[in-house]
């Protein structure tokens, strides 16, 4: 279900008959046409297994259930919305980033240590993003919000990107992350607030990175 692009803050989606998507509660602006709203307590596409995941992951932030016929408008807290479109492959996105997707993707969680071991959890306390993050994999579009903007960098294999932890927003491909220490030029300044701890993403995929340290 593509999103269309009414301007850096809003989305519109066209709901049709026999096919559900998900929003986060008070996302929905305006619509049109016969759509329902319902409070999803079933963990979405993912089953009971993926709402049970996230509940102990802390990534149970609340959904809706849009189904009927009609458009919806989606927006939230006046962020900046970036839409990305998923062919088969996984995203890995903050909960609480998730503004809209289709109902067709597939739910989970992971645990952010299995990727970098215990760096990995030491990214969870340090950056205040969560040990868990959750994923959506399949056919479909996704509409994440960030603060002032979002670019999506490239991946490639012998080439790691380097992302401040407060400006990670999502990735998507066969990625590894760690959290590894560099003394930047922030620090020398004074600012230290977190800039000494970079996350660093290897393999083929894209990350996207927003234009502010700002979580939402």
Do not use: C
């Amino acid at each position: 279900m593509p999103f269309r692009e009414i301007n850096s803050k809003m989305v519109e989606a066209t709901v049709v008959p026999g096919q559900k998507m998900y929003s986060q509660r008070g996302a929905m602006l305006a619509y049109k046409g016969e759509v329902s709203f319902t409070p999803n307590m079933a963990g979405g596409q993912g089953g009971l297994m993926s709402m049970i995941g996230r509940r102990v992951a802390d990534e149970a932030t609340p959904l809706m259930t849009v189904e009927g016929s009609g458009t919806v408008m989606f927006g939230h807290g006046g962020h900046h919305i970036q839409v990305i479109n998923l062919t088969g492959d996984t995203l890995y996105v903050e909960a609480d980033r998730l503004l809209a997707f289709d109902g067709t993707l597939q739910q989970g969680t992971m645990f952010m240590g299995s990727q970098g071991g215990v760096m990995g959890m030491v990214r969870g306390q340090v950056t205040g993003q969560g040990l868990f993050t959750t994923t959506l994999k399949g056919h479909g579009a996704v509409a994440v919000m960030a603060h002032g903007g979002v670019i999506e960098l490239p991946i490639t294999p012998g080439r790691p990107v380097h992302v401040d932890p407060q400006a990670y927003v999502a990735h998507h491909g066969d990625v590894r992350n760690k959290l590894s220490t560099a003394l930047g030029w922030r620090d020398m300044v004074g600012r230290g607030s977190g800039e000494a701890f970079q996350l660093e993403l290897s393999g083929s995929g894209a990350v996207y990175v927003q234009a502010s340290e700002e979580k939402l």
